[in-house]
């Protein structure tokens, strides 16, 4: 048996662990807010159906699914690393590097998601690769990963991808990987926690919402984007009612106002 066989498997098992880990705690965390959190949450809900019974299961069997493919790549980025055709260290960086880096690789997966995103909705890849996540049309973060393995192996293609162009370090890669799932279960959450007027505010606007991910899952053609709403604005994907959704679900942090009638797409 090849010397290196043992330890990829042992990486294959621990990593499959670190990324069950990533999306039990995230998906639970939030389940968790919106749980016992409820008199706070349920004014906040976007839509007015509540996920059909069956879904939270399904989603959590096509997430685990998608976590073993996530393993397998970081199999492979660890073997690109070992054979040098990538590089990631494990030194500690200046907090220059730690921000220069976290900023280019979210920026990077931001294009790289719209772009995908838009070429799993075409005709020949829909049904394919995407109707799986669809299948979520009153999304729940249990749906974060929930993929067809199609769409799963696109998913986890973007970080060996891109450092095969740009080294990083160790500590840069976690952070991305944690505010990945972070921003993924926030955006499937299906209630809209961020403040009125957010999606307006010049500092806030060009960041996604709950309710721009929402629109996208009970909709389907609009929307596209994952962090940043620049992408949807310059090619004209954002959904007409965006702002008017978004304010519809979104309740002031202090103080109260009346509730307007959550969307019902």
Known sequence: MPHWIVPLAAHGAHSFAIELGRYLVA???????????????AARRIQKRSPAKGDRAREFGHSMLSVGIFALWSIATLAM??????????TAPL????????VAIVLAHDAYFYWMHRGLHTKAMFR????????SRTPTPWAAYSFA???????????PLFLLFVPMHGIVV???????IG?????????????????????????TTATHHDLHHSGGGHN?????????????????RYHESFEAAAVPWFGARPRLTPSSE
């Open 149 to 159: 393995p199609i769409e799963g192996v696109f998913e986890g293609l973007f970080l």
């Open 128 to 135: 394919r690769a995407h109707l799986t996540h669809h299948k």
């Open 183 to 207: 921003r993924n279960v926030l955006g499937h959450s299906g209630h809209e926690l961020m403040p009125p007027g957010f999606t307006r505010f010049p500092l806030t606007a060009w960041l």
């Open 224 to 240: 596209f984007g994952l962090y940043f709403t620049w992408w949807d604005r310059w090619l004209g994907t954002e959904h007409p």
């Open 95 to 102: 907090w220059w590097q730690v921000a220069l880096e976290f």
């Open 27 to 41: 998906a639970g965390i939030m389940s968790l807010i919106l749980w016992a959190g409820a008199r706070w949450t």
């Open 174 to 180: 976690l952070a991305f990987l944690l505010h990945q």
């Open 81 to 90: 690393n070992q054979a040098g055709i990538i590089h990631v260290a494990f």
